[in-house]
């Protein structure tokens, strides 16, 4: 597709299970980051991949998230035993990558939501 | 550790009038500076960017000045619209892009 398409766009769960959001970067970008927002927050750091390098992760607020990206392409973010603190948008942004002064698209975000 | 600070969580302005939205850095390896716009349900989407090297650069109805001395840069808008009300990120890049807290924005017909 033209853009960064996230998904799913929205997802609801129970307090303690595992979520997975999944991102499609625009083609041949390279650099893929993810990003939260909380409620009345910013956008807050979580991890950064750039192509075959060891991802930066850390953005991570604890050891039950954690993001692979296979290929190169797609990226899966997982949340593990979730908590409600957890409830927030979810965005991811992919750059070409690499050659500085770089322009970010970002996807239109997974609300999540624990319960 | 913030290294990106909009101290500003929202600004009021008559349309016609300009809006002047503040942005702060500690970090001094920063070397590109860019403003996103972000509606409600939607992604941010890129507005205006300037490199470390320039102290202005502008398009259109927005303006960002780079003061890097300072550790600040501003976007300005003018003249606004109310099309121009929405949540406004300023990011900076060095190895990877950090963003700061965000303004909203409240443009008034």
């Known amino acids: 597709g033209a853009g960064v398409s996230q998904s799913p766009s929205n997802k609801v769960t129970e307090k303690g299970k595992d979520v997975e959001l999944r991102c499609d970067p625009i083609?041949?970008?390279?650099?893929l980051y993810w990003y939260r927002q909380s409620l009345g927050q910013g956008l807050e750091f979580l991890i950064y991949?750039?192509?075959?390098?060891?991802?930066?992760k850390s953005g991570l607020p604890s050891d039950r998230f954690s993001a692979e990206r296979t290929g190169g392409s797609v990226s899966t973010l997982t949340i593990q035993r979730t908590q409600q603190e957890d409830s927030a948008v979810y965005l991811c942004?992919?750059?070409?990558?690499?050659?500085?002064?770089?322009?970010?698209?970002f996807g239109s975000g997974t609300q999540l939501s624990v319960l | 550790d913030q290294q990106v600070k909009q101290n500003s969580p929202s600004l009021s302005v008559q349309e016609g009038r300009i809006s002047i939205l503040n942005c702060d850095y500690t970090?001094?390896?920063?070397?590109?500076f860019l403003w996103y716009k972000k509606y409600p349900a939607e992604g941010p989407t890129f507005l205006i960017s300037?490199?470390?090297?320039?102290d202005k650069n502008e398009d259109g109805r927005f303006t960002v000045f780079l003061n890097k001395s300072a550790k600040h840069l501003s976007l300005h808008i003018v003249p606004s619209q109310p099309g121009d009300s929405a949540v406004y990120f300023c990011?900076?890049?060095?190895?990877?892009?950090?963003f700061g807290a965000g303004t909203r924005l409240f443009v008034k017909a």
């Open positions: 970090n001094s390896m920063f070397d590109y």
């Open positions: 083609s041949g970008h390279t650099a």
């Open positions: 300037i490199s470390s090297i320039k």
């Open positions: 942004a992919s750059s070409l990558g690499g050659q500085g002064y770089e322009k970010l698209f």
């Open positions: 991949f750039q192509g075959n390098s060891a991802p930066d």
């Open positions: 990011a900076a890049q060095g190895f990877k892009t950090i």
